[in-house]
């Protein structure tokens, strides 16, 4: 499965942006995808990830309330919706799906976008 995600840029704090991944083939319906960053001289992070039969929703302390992951299976794709940026979200963002939770959460999966870069700045 290749992975491809768009939709960074650079943005004023405050602003919002959408990121999109879409997946190369059909992936399971009950598959997990997961939105990660990473900032310079940073560790890679969980930012927020979603099920598949319910569409259960998990996100990072710093993305809760501001950011929202959605899927669209007919699509094979994820999108995150970013608002309220802050300098602070300023990072490579990874999309990745999984088969488990487990691994969606862990970022242990083979299955990763190449990045986009989102760049939040005055």
């Known amino acids: 499965v290749q992975l491809q995600a768009s939709g960074g840029g650079l943005v004023q704090p405050g602003g919002s942006l959408r990121l999109s991944c879409s997946a190369s083939?059909?992936?399971?319906?009950?598959?997990?995808w997961g939105w990660f960053r990473q900032a310079p001289g940073e560790e890679r992070e969980s930012v927020a990830a979603i099920s598949g039969s319910r569409g259960t929703t998990i996100y990072s302390d710093s993305a809760e309330g501001r950011f929202t992951i959605s899927r669209d299976d007919a699509k094979n794709a994820v999108f995150l919706r970013m608002t309220s940026l802050e300098p602070e979200d300023t990072a490579i963002y990874y999309c990745?799906?999984?088969?488990?939770?487990?691994?969606?959460?862990?970022?242990?999966?083979?299955?990763w976008g190449q990045g986009t870069q989102v760049t939040v700045s005055s």
């Open positions: 083939e059909r992936t399971f319906s009950d598959y997990y």
């Open positions: 990745a799906v999984a088969s488990t939770f487990r691994a969606i959460v862990a970022g242990t999966t083979p299955y």
